[in-house]
């Protein structure tokens, strides 16, 4: 109660001696350009199971850029080993003009800089002081060796947002996180996000001469250079700024086998209509080259561990296909996977909100409708 009743204090800016050009909308560097609701999903299906169910992915096709843009692509690699999202980050990078690597860590292996070119990158600048898990020195060393590139690409992840914004900071360029494409419009980056639980879609202009774009994976497809490049590795010395931020102990967290969540290209999940039994949603997800995923209630239960959890508490996945098997499709899951490319249900339910905002959905029971997807599947490869 004693707070309540304390005097509120109100600080000005020129109280505090700050320019009021310098903060808030004047200062900003980015500029919203558009703003609206997602229209609901087009053409969409829903059958009765009859035993006969399947659909295909779709994706649009890609474009090589021309533009004299340098695009400099912060390459995430585990082990030595390029992931799928930095080759999809380069092909984007393409699209917008010539994209440089930049690798931070020991010397990359020959077969990594090789496939580095094979995606455009004809120079992977290593700065291999660096430890890219603290943000500070991650985003000294990214800023060092993009001095030249009038835009910089990361893989959106909780820590490089952090080196986004830091670099940001340091070089007055405007930033923009989470994002599911980008282009240039008249010279300047319009970078794309979905936002409110993938109800809206957000276009931002980075005003600024040099942008920064975190990419979420799954938002392009990653396509090999029409012309390769034969990279060449260019190490970069860098003074990194003393930091006060140690590492004394790293521990890996036990991940789901298999693709990691985030950044699978296919999604098969399972709700509490699995009952616990995850035998043909990991089927399923094993056939298509995907990765496991579930609702909460499912992990709740203990049916699942919770690393596979999609949604608001959950992951947030966007990948090209997402299929959902036994879940009702609560406001905290959609959250989490509303963006993704193509939606497919399986829902007894006919009523259940899932099918809402899927593109293709099937009434009746998993334990009858997967089975014969996997047969399908396996029909149509020959195996
Ligand atoms: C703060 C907060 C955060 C949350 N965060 C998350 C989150 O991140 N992720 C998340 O998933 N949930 C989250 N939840 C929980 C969420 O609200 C729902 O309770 C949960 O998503 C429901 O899980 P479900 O769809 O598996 O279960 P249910 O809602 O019980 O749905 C099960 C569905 O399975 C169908 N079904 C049953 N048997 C079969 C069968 N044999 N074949 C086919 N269909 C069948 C039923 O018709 C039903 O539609 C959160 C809740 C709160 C309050």
């Not at 193509?342 to 009523?351: A, K, L, S, W």
Request: hydrophobic content about 45%; aromatic content about 4%.
């Amino acid at each position: 109660m004693a707070a309540r009743k304390a005097p509120v204090t109100q600080w000005s800016l020129a109280d505090l001696g700050v320019d009021a050009a310098t903060v808030g909308k004047a200062a900003a560097r980015t500029v919203v350009v558009d703003a609206s609701p997602r229209p609901p999903r087009a053409n969409r299906v829903k059958i009765t199971d009859t035993g006969d169910a399947g659909t295909q992915a779709r994706r649009l096709p890609h474009r090589e850029g021309t533009r004299m843009t340098t695009v400099a692509v912060l390459v995430d690699h585990r082990d030595g080993v390029v992931t799928r999202p930095s080759l999809e980050a380069l092909t984007l990078a393409r699209s917008l003009g010539t994209p440089v690597a930049v690798w931070l860590g020991a010397v990359p292996a020959a077969d990594a800089v090789a496939l580095l070119g094979e995606y455009g990158a004809a120079e992977v600048r290593v700065v291999d002081a660096a430890d890219a898990r603290i943000a500070s020195q991650a985003a000294a060393a990214l800023g060092a060796a993009s001095a030249d590139a009038d835009v910089v690409l990361v893989i959106s992840t909780f820590v490089t947002k952090e080196i986004a914004t830091r670099l940001a900071l340091a070089t007055g360029a405007g930033v923009v996180v989470d994002a599911a494409g980008a282009n240039l419009v008249d010279g300047k980056v319009e970078a794309f996000q979905t936002v409110f639980a993938a109800t809206w879609d957000v276009r931002t202009r980075i005003e600024s001469d040099k942008a920064i774009v975190g990419i979420r994976p799954n938002t392009t497809l990653a396509v090999p250079a029409d012309a390769p490049a034969a990279a060449t590795v260019v190490e970069v010395a860098v003074e990194l700024p003393t930091t006060r931020e140690r590492i004394s102990h790293v521990e890996p967290v036990a991940q789901a086998e298999g693709v990691p969540l985030a950044e699978a290209p296919v999604v098969v999940s399972g709700g509490r209509g699995t009952g616990g039994d995850y035998a043909l949603v990991s089927e399923l997800a094993d056939l298509l080259g995907g990765a496991v995923g579930a609702s909460r209630d499912a992990t709740d239960e203990g049916w699942i561990s919770h690393e596979h959890m999609v949604g608001q508490t959950g992951t947030t996945v966007t990948p090209a296909l997402y299929v959902a098997a036994g879940i009702s499709g609560a406001v905290h899951h959609r959250g989490g996977m509303q963006a993704s490319g193509t939606i497919v249900c399986i829902n007894m339910d006919p009523e259940a909100p899932i099918f809402e905002i899927s593109d293709f959905g099937v009434v009746g029971s998993l334990f009858d409708v997967l089975p014969q997807a996997i047969a399908r599947i396996k029909e149509h490869r020959g195996a």
